[in-house]
């Protein structure tokens, strides 16, 4: 399902270019909940940004099915993160002036799909992560929690292959925390969407199926 082949990248400052991942290998199959887990600075973003198609490695491969997104140009690329992957961020990243649905709907805007079944694939999914009385409300009228759940029906919508989620309960309190990761655990079991979600803290990993730990960027 996803493959990374000896991957590394580097970041080039006026002056330097550090090197930030050493000679990554990973196979993760489909349905998988996978955590990546290290310190912070260990290179956990890099990594999941490098897969998610946010930006290109320094060299390497990474095979998503049987396609290596690093030979697809920026306009295919961004074509592909928004048909087949999923993402959610640890600052929810919701538009303001969008209601709940709204935000939701958004990556199938440009899909053939009629608007009228596009909202009532928005409204099943709110249903599933619970917020079917919020779906007319504004992001700022969610607490946090609630936010990262509109992230998370946002990040399925367009039944992606997969869907990387960056310390997704990064910035929720403990409850809330075992709120989202259960509803997590819950779409990965039913819908048998792949999951790959970075964290630093060793008991949010252990709730994941496997575990991959970075260190100073290596795999170990
Ligand atoms: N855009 C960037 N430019 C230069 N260095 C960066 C950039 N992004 C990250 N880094 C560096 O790469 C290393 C890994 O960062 P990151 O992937 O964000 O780690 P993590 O998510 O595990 O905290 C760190 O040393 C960080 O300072
Ligand atoms: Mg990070």
Same mark, same amino acid.
């Given at each position: 399902?996803? =493959? ?77 993160? =928004? ?45 599933? *992560? ?44 403990? =409850? ?19 999951? *790959?979600? *970075? ?10 199926? =496997? ?6 960027? *290596?795999?170990?």
């Amino acid at each position: 399902m996803l =493959r990374v082949e000896q991957l590394s990248h580097s970041f080039h400052n006026a002056s330097e270019s550090v090197k930030v991942l050493h000679d990554i290998n990973l196979f993760i199959e489909k349905g998988e909940m996978v955590a990546l887990l290290g310190s912070s600075g260990s290179g956990k973003s890099t990594l999941l940004n490098l897969m998610a198609g946010f930006m290109k490695p320094s060299s390497g491969r990474i095979f998503i099915g049987d396609k290596d997104i690093v030979l697809l140009n920026e306009n295919r690329l961004a074509e592909y993160r =928004r048909k087949h992957i999923g993402f959610i961020f640890q600052s929810y990243e919701l538009i303001p002036s969008l209601t709940v649905v709204e935000n939701v709907e958004l990556p199938l805007v440009f899909h053939t799909l009629s608007p009228s079944k596009r909202k009532k694939k928005a409204l099943s999914l709110l249903e599933q *992560v619970g917020l079917s009385d919020k779906t007319d409300l504004f992001p700022s009228q969610l607490s946090g929690g609630q936010q990262q759940r509109v992230s998370i029906a946002r990040s399925l919508i367009s039944e992606p292959y997969v869907i990387f989620a960056d310390e997704p309960t990064g910035n929720l309190d403990t =409850r809330t925390e075992e709120e989202i990761l259960s509803i997590l655990q819950r779409l990965n079991a039913e819908l048998d969407t792949t999951f *790959v979600i *970075v964290t630093h803290e060793a008991e949010v990993a252990e709730q994941m199926g =496997r575990i991959i730990t970075l260190k100073d960027g *290596v795999l170990i």
